[in-house]
């Protein structure tokens, strides 16, 4: 099945293009397994791609390159529409997995095989979103293509939804199909990420908190709280910032008091244990009356500012400006731009 596909250990960047596919491996015997590398090229995709061509030789496997497909709901899509292997691994370019990750994948799902499980889950430390010592988070995905070919993505990929695989596993689970989660820590997320990289997770995390269709995570809350609880006067810092993108973008009040109520919702305490949050405040609503205020005061240094907080209340500005949709070109770069150069 695979006798035209090249094998080749030692893929270089710029050899990838939407749809390349080889084999890695020494040769092209019992292959089960395709692994989607999905990529918009950005710095994070060098690090994944060495990390697939330092996988062992010894379990052969597929892997396809999905490039520039947008949205990101298409993108999803094209892994069951491509595969022609038993399963099929989600690799975004932002996830390093380890040298001897694919033995570990094929052991856990010969020991726990069952026919009703579509999705079998492995942990990767994370050092921004994880929880524990080390840091995981649940996020490296391997399907069961005999299952997945019946079950596109929301409406066949086509429209940019936030939490592409929450509604794409709804319905699957629904008709009695099952998750195998493990505890299995087999690489990275997020290793080699940018600060434009952690403003898309906490644009996607707050894009799904107010999307109807998806039921609040308190996990989700959680790891957008965390950067906001290190800042005693956060109150004011959101107030300084979205003041400052107010002068170059329109706000939707009613979008971002939505999304301030969602943040103010009731958490359980061992939730916000578990991610170390100390100092959780209550965020005031806000209207245009409040932000023209600080147009008359000093406003804040931007550099004064963490980091992680000044991504997680841009993320505030840009998904009340409806400047992010979870598709690579409709993410936020002028308003990151616009921050960067201040």
């Known amino acids: 099945m695979f006798s035209e596909l090249e094998i080749n250990n030692n893929v270089k960047i710029e050899d990838l293009y939407d749809n390349k596919t080889w084999v890695h491996g020494k040769n092209k015997n019992n292959i089960q397994i395709t692994i989607f590398l999905i990529t918009i090229s950005s710095p994070q995709l060098k ?11 010894d379990i052969p496997f597929i892997v396809n390159c999905i490039k520039n497909i947008n949205p990101t709901n298409k993108a999803y899509n094209e892994m069951r529409l491509r595969c022609k292997t038993k399963y099929f691994i989600q690799n975004d370019e932002d996830m390093e ?11 856990t799902i010969n020991i726990h095989h069952n026919d009703k499980i579509f999705l079998y889950t492995f942990k990767l430390i994370d050092d921004k979103l994880g929880i524990g010592k080390p840091p995981i988070i649940d996020c490296l995905k391997v399907y069961n293509q005999e299952i997945m070919k019946k079950y596109p993505t929301f409406n066949n990929g086509k429209d940019d939804i936030s939490s592409v695989d ?3 596993h709804k319905n699957i689970i629904l008709n009695g ?31 799904s908190l107010i999307d109807p269709k998806i039921k609040t995570n308190s996990s989700h809350m959680c790891k957008f709280w965390r950067p906001l609880s290190k800042d005693k006067n956060i109150n004011d810092s959101i107030k300084k910032i979205l003041y400052l993108i107010s ?68 993320a505030i500005g840009c998904v ?11 993410y936020p770069y002028d308003i990151y731009n616009h921050f960067t150069k201040l």
């Open 47 to 57: 690090y994944s791609l060495e990390a697939i061509n330092n996988l062992s030789l």
């Open 320 to 330: 009340s400006t409806n400047s992010y949709k979870y598709s690579f070109d409709k």
């Open 166 to 168: 929450t509604l794409w």
């Open 97 to 107: 997995l380890y040298h001897n990750s694919l033995i570990t994948i094929l052991n």
């Open 247 to 314: 002068k170059i973008k329109h706000i939707n009040y009613d979008i971002l008091n939505r999304i301030i109520q969602k943040l103010n919702m009731y958490i359980p305490k061992h939730k916000l244990v578990s991610y170390e949050i100390n100092n959780r405040i209550n965020i005031e609503n806000i209207t245009n009356d409040k932000l023209v205020f600080y147009e008359i005061t000093n406003m804040v240094d931007i550099k004064e500012i963490n980091d992680d907080i000044l991504m997680a209340i841009l």
């Open 177 to 207: 199909f099952v998750i195998k989660s493990t505890s299995t820590i087999i690489g990275y997320h997020g290793k080699h990420r940018t600060n434009f990289d952690i403003l898309l997770r906490y644009c996607k995390i707050l894009t």
